[in-house]
């Protein structure tokens, strides 16, 4: 078990992709906070943890609200006394679609940025100090391949401009925060998934199942290994940029995309 021994923060944890990242954590050995703004979920899947025999503590968190990030630290160290690994997975495209500028309101820009960037940020920050005390860290940034834009009706992110944006934000935040912690052992990576098809009543399958089946068929096509990806398959490579066998990788992007 590579992660043994080791303390994990894994933000959006309540389910899809960071629910993944929490169970493949917890294979690999690592005890772990766990934070979501869906308290009932995150407390399910911290239940799941403790099933497989590792710690893990559920707290309702909005990552955009920096004093309720500081204070998930806070208990991250009080409970566990470090911390080793951040996954910062929250984030989201909204629930309603928007395909053009003319239709971004100036709120739902902000709202965007704040909770698929700012977020990022305000993370990172609190668990910074900590990890430089410990000569030790690793960060991994959940990205996007719609930061790459997407092109056409067959999608299912909802509001895509701003979420574009603010996921390629997360990819020069990671490019230079990683050449700034380089220094303190703190190391900074990005994963940008694709088309993942999470389980059913997440927010993204509940989009593609009102799709009709020719569309679905469509999106499918246009991934290159011809379907979609599974979160556990994202949480893997999430697992081996936040363990000790990345050992010389910082500031890289790991696409998990299919090859689309």
Same mark, same amino acid.
């Given at each position: 078990m590579r992660m043994e021994g080791?303390?994990?923060?894994?933000? #959006?944890?309540?389910? @899809?992709i960071g629910r993944a990242i929490a169970i493949e954590f917890a294979a690999e050995g690592?005890?772990?906070? =766990?934070?979501?703004?869906q308290q009932e979920k995150v407390m399910q899947v911290a239940a799941e943890v403790g099933e497989r025999g590792r710690k893990a503590i559920a707290t309702s968190v909005d990552v955009t609200r920096s004093d309720q990030v500081e204070a998930m630290v806070r208990q991250t160290i009080e409970t566990f006394g470090r911390v080793?690994?951040?996954?910062?997975?929250?984030g989201g495209s909204g629930n309603v679609g928007v395909q053009h500028i003319?239709?971004?309101?100036?709120?739902?820009?902000?709202?965007?940025?704040?909770?698929n960037l700012k977020g990022v940020?305000?993370?990172?920050?609190? *668990? *910074?100090?900590?990890?430089?005390?410990? @000569?030790? #860290?690793?960060? *991994?940034?959940?990205?996007?391949?719609?930061?790459?834009?997407?092109?056409?009706s067959l999608t299912t992110t909802a509001i895509r401009l701003p979420y574009a944006a603010a996921k390629s934000g997360v990819l020069g935040f990671t490019y230079q925060l990683a050449k700034d912690l380089a220094p303190d052992g703190i190391y900074v990576n990005a994963v940008m998934p694709g088309f993942i098809l999470t389980e059913s009543g997440a927010r993204v399958r509940n989009r593609y199942e009102v799709l009709p089946e020719e569309?679905?068929?469509?999106?499918?096509? @246009? *991934?290159? =290994?011809?379907?979609?990806?599974r979160p556990e398959e994202v949480a893997k490579a999430v697992s081996f940029l936040a363990s000790d066998d990345?050992?010389?990788?910082?500031?890289? =992007?790991?696409?998990?995309? @299919? #090859?689309?």
């Open positions: 080791k303390i994990a923060i894994i933000t #959006g944890a309540a389910q @899809g690592a005890d772990m906070l =766990l934070a979501d703004i080793d690994i951040l996954i910062n997975d929250a003319d239709d971004v309101t100036e709120d739902a820009w902000d709202a965007s940025l704040d909770l940020f305000l993370c990172c920050k609190a *668990v *910074v100090a900590q990890m430089r005390s410990q @000569g030790y #860290g690793r960060i *991994v940034n959940i990205s996007s391949s719609s930061a790459k834009g997407t092109f056409g569309e679905q068929q469509s999106m499918a096509a @246009g *991934v290159p =290994l011809g379907r979609p990806g990345a050992s010389y990788i910082t500031g890289a =992007l790991l696409e998990v995309t @299919g #090859g689309r």
